[in-house]
């Protein structure tokens, strides 16, 4: 804030020292110490548009007649020109404490100006952050929508997952029951292996006694060997190496167990032996009666179908007529085969799997065989076997069980 010039000048006044009507002579007194009227007179000041007229002089008035007014007006005006030098220190003081207050906020301003500049660079730094976010944000929005386009075809992938699963499932059973049988042979040929190891270590047989002797051995052995597995398909599992070991002891007469014991032991082994096979026997003849009476049922109602075939007791559908070569019994075949039993049941779904097999025509089941060979590349057949013309009454377990009409749909794709 700054002092305007009428207030300069009234500070000025105010620090100047007095002058008193003594020791100055008052403007405008002439020689003869009277006043001329005039120089009250600020017409022209007032008005200076306006020419006073043109007056007549008066006469001069002697200073003895208004010195005592004159005084008194001269002291009036010291009087005044000190109460308004009082008021204009009054007021020089006020604005000198105005400046004073005015300095402490300038200074206080440069401190705020200070930290309104920190203030701006944090707002520029903060603005720059909110840059890089935005930034951020798009790249995030563009990342997201890239993984909602993944997680919608990883959707579709899981759909088609789920769809096969269930025949994966089913497939995986068949495999385990696979497994299960491939280990049963593989813990037979391992008791054959050590048969054979034993055998190894014996010397070979040269004169023909000992041959003679030995063939009985392999004999009796493979006798043995046939009825641990009888023994083993009814659900008795023995210890071949302790059947083994039990050999040996009984050839070199030195039995671990005593003989009443062991009498004990065969007769419980004849008896769990003949319970096992008598309950197999009769579960048998129950589920050959089971499957024969659904496939009597469905080779009936076969006979009545529009288009229906025969050929040595088998029945057959032609459901598409191919064009391509006609097939012979010693052909390789591509195609696809999906096995059912007469209740339904699916023993083979390699065909829906879209699993093709190449197989020799002459190695199928004889009648399967001779129908096919008939046929031409491209054809369709549903084949209906009665279980004399397929796995009889043993039926080939655990696929498929005795006395089981088979139905055989076969697509055939090319000829190899």
């Avoid at 003869?32 to 600020?42: A, G, Q």
């Avoid at 003679?212 to 052995?221: I, L, P």
Wanted: proline fraction near 5%; include cysteine.
């Amino acid at each position: 804030m700054r002092l305007t010039t009428l207030s300069f000048c009234i500070a000025i006044l105010a620090l100047s020292p007095r002058i008193s009507a003594a020791e100055a002579p008052l403007t405008g007194y002439n020689s003869e110490n009277t006043i001329p009227y005039s120089l009250f007179d600020d017409t022209e000041k007032k008005q200076p548009w306006i020419k006073p007229s043109v007056t007549r002089a008066p006469a001069l008035r002697p200073a003895t007649t208004g010195q005592v007014k004159e005084n008194q007006r001269v002291q009036a005006l010291e009087k005044s020109l000190s109460e308004q030098q009082r008021l204009n220190k009054e007021t020089l003081d006020k604005h000198v404490r105005e400046i004073q207050a005015l300095q402490t906020q300038l200074r206080s301003s440069e401190v705020d100006r200070t930290a309104m500049a920190a203030q701006r660079e944090k707002l520029d730094a903060l603005q720059r952050a909110l840059t890089e976010a935005q930034a951020q944000h798009e790249s995030s929005d563009r990342e997201l929508a890239e993984l909602r386009t993944k997680v919608a075809a990883q959707q579709m992938l899981e759909d088609s997952r789920t769809l096969t699963q269930s025949a994966l499932t089913e497939q995986l059973k068949e495999k385990e029951a696979s497994a299960r049988e491939m280990a049963q042979q593989i813990e037979a040929l391992k008791a054959d292996k050590n048969v054979l190891l034993e055998k190894q270590q014996t010397p070979k047989p040269q004169t023909p006694e000992q041959k003679m002797s030995y063939a009985n051995g392999v004999a009796f052995a493979s006798d043995i060997v046939r009825i641990l597995r009888t023994q083993q398909e009814v659900g008795i599992e023995p210890d071949r190496p302790m059947v083994l070991a039990g050999l040996k002891d009984a050839f070199s007469q030195r039995i671990a167990l005593p003989k009443d014991e062991i009498a004990e032991l065969v007769s419980d082994l004849d008896r769990q032996l003949n319970e096992k096979v008598g309950d197999r026997q009769q579960q048998q003849m129950q589920t050959v009666s089971e499957q024969k009476k659904v496939g009597e049922k469905l080779i009936k109602e076969t006979q009545k179908r529009q288009g229906m075939k025969e050929m040595d007791g088998a029945y057959y559908f032609v459901i598409k007529k191919g064009e391509g070569a006609k097939l012979k019994a010693d052909s390789t075949v591509e195609m696809l085969i999906t096995g059912k039993l007469a209740d339904g049941t699916v023993f083979d779904k390699s065909g829906e799997q879209n699993d093709v097999q190449q197989l020799k025509i002459d190695t199928l089941l004889p009648t399967v065989s001779k129908i096919l060979s008939q046929n031409t590349v491209g054809s369709e057949l549903e084949i209906i076997l009665p279980p004399e013309l397929a796995f009889g009454e043993q039926g080939s377990e655990p696929l498929i069980p005795p006395g089981a009409t088979l139905v055989l749909k076969i697509k055939i794709l090319s000829v190899l």
